[in-house]
């Protein structure tokens, strides 16, 4: 069904893709969806920032890298999802009309010992630009179908109804990295998954056919069409945009906004239940830790949790990241 298996892997093995090209045009319409930050979206607003040029969003970035992985790794075809990414660094960012490749690692290769219809492949992938650098590296996992053995079951899955959201009018002041309190978890608030937006995410950076075709969808073992875990990851930077718009204001009426640079990357991305066409996701951030950077003076390194949870109260995505914020005035 999925025309790869697991027994397609062997540890040690490095796989080689073809390129892509990153049009400004993609860099500006991913922005414009879902990371509208200055630096993402004009060259003349990218200029007085951290970054001082136009650059890709890095969770752009990881898409492409899905994009790389499903057309090269996977041959075309799907696998069975991923559990999650143990670590991933945005080492240098993609910049209009940069030419892409990845240089994948066979780690390590395990049979399921709950599932006898599946196996893990630990991956470790470097994605280079057409000058050969090093844009980013992401260790993570991927379940495949075992050959010759009985599939299990599709799970039984009940699709919810889109919900509108009514956008909240909370805000709360933003403080420079030096005083934002450790502990605090903002509300990101929602996030409806429509059958719509899962195809056309799915379409230009993961086409899987559990994210592409509903009825394909419903033979595999997700039992129904749901979203990529980058569609995911997105939509809680689109989320974090939107709650921080608010939250700007509120400050900008009282004295200096902090910036925010951009993000070195995460550790310990968990997707931890399928977000299906129909589910609404409510996201949060929690700031945990933060250090004043000595190569950045006036910026700081700030780390923070975050999850997400569906309309039934499941957790189904956590990570910590990273971001540059700026230390004080």
């Not at 414009?32 to 970054?51: G, K, M, N, S, W």
């Not at 991923?82 to 945005?90: A, D, F």
């Not at 240089?103 to 219809?117: A, G, L, M, W």
């Not at 719509?196 to 379409?203: L, P």
Request: charged share 20%; proline share 7%; with cysteine.
């Amino acid at each position: 069904m999925t025309g790869i298996a697991f027994e397609d892997f062997t540890p040690g093995t490095v796989i080689e893709t073809d390129s892509i090209t990153v049009s400004r045009d993609e860099i500006v319409a991913f922005a414009a969806e879902f990371d509208p930050q200055p630096f993402h979206l004009d060259e003349a607003a990218a200029e007085a920032t951290f970054v001082g040029t136009l650059i890709g969003s890095g969770w752009q970035t990881a898409g492409l890298g899905m994009r790389l992985l499903q057309a090269g790794i996977f041959r075309g075809a799907s696998s069975m999802g991923s559990p999650g990414v143990t670590e991933l660094r945005w080492l240098r960012p993609i910049l209009p009309g940069d030419s892409l490749h990845a240089s994948v690692r066979v780690e390590d290769c395990r049979v399921s010992n709950s599932k006898p219809d599946r196996g893990f492949v630990r991956f470790a992938m470097t994605l280079l630009n057409g000058r050969n650098e090093r844009v980013m590296t992401q260790a993570f996992q991927v379940m495949f179908p075992r050959r010759g053995r009985d599939a299990l079951p599709p799970r039984a899955v009940t699709l919810a109804e889109p919900e509108p959201v009514i956008e909240g009018d909370d805000a709360e002041p933003l403080h420079f990295l030096k005083d934002a309190p450790l502990g605090q978890t903002r509300d990101l608030g929602r996030y409806v998954f429509t059958q719509e937006a899962i195809v056309a995410f799915a379409r230009a950076y993961d086409p899987q056919v559990f994210h592409l075709d509903p009825e394909a969808a419903r033979q595999t073992h997700f039992g129904a069409l749901c979203a990529s875990g980058w569609h995911t990851t997105a939509a809680w930077m689109k989320r974090l945009h939107i709650t921080r718009a608010r939250d700007m204001a509120l400050t900008a009426a009282s004295g200096p906004v902090p910036q925010l640079g951009p993000s070195p990357g995460f550790r310990d991305l968990r997707w931890l239940a399928p977000v299906y066409a129909g589910d609404t996701l409510r996201y949060t951030c929690t700031l945990t830790d933060r250090r004043a950077t000595a190569s950045r003076p006036g910026w700081g390194l700030a780390t923070h949790h975050n999850t997400a949870e569906n309309q039934r109260g499941e957790k189904v995505f956590a990570f910590t990241g990273s971001v540059f914020w700026q230390w004080e005035p």
